[in-house]
């Protein structure tokens, strides 16, 4: 059984970066055939594919972010990272990782909370 747990903070300040770690365990990142990405909800609002990264280390991204995201990960500890640069409190959001294959999302994190805020 696949899970993946977000750890990160709750609360940054506006203009800093904010940094999620997504944990997995039952499952290896570098397996072929899978997307390990990072979505978000603001409140009120529909979930945002933010970007993945595949098993070779590829990443892809919405281009609504504007490049400031970036997903990196540590195979050594099978997990990865999403980086938001220059936060606004439009970035405030509940952010899920989630591992996706050629269909949907399979397995989902439960989700952090993040509020951007001074």
């Known amino acids: 059984q696949v899970q993946l747990q977000e750890s990160g903070p709750g609360l940054v300040k506006p203009s800093q970066t904010l940094s999620l770690t997504c944990i997995v365990s039952g499952g290896s990142i570098t397996t072929n055939y899978y997307a390990w990405s990072w979505i978000r909800q603001p409140p009120g609002k529909g979930l945002e594919w933010m970007g993945s990264?595949?098993?070779?280390?590829?990443?892809y991204y919405n281009p609504s972010l504007k490049s400031r995201a970036s997903i990196s990960r540590d195979t050594s500890k099978n997990q990865f990272t999403l980086h938001v640069s220059s936060v606004t409190p439009e970035d405030t959001a509940v952010y899920s990782c989630?591992?996706?294959?050629?269909?949907?999302?399979?397995?989902w994190g439960q989700g952090t909370q993040v509020t951007v805020s001074s």
């Open positions: 989630a591992r996706r294959n050629d269909y949907h999302f399979d397995y």
């Open positions: 990264i595949v098993y070779n280390g590829d990443t």
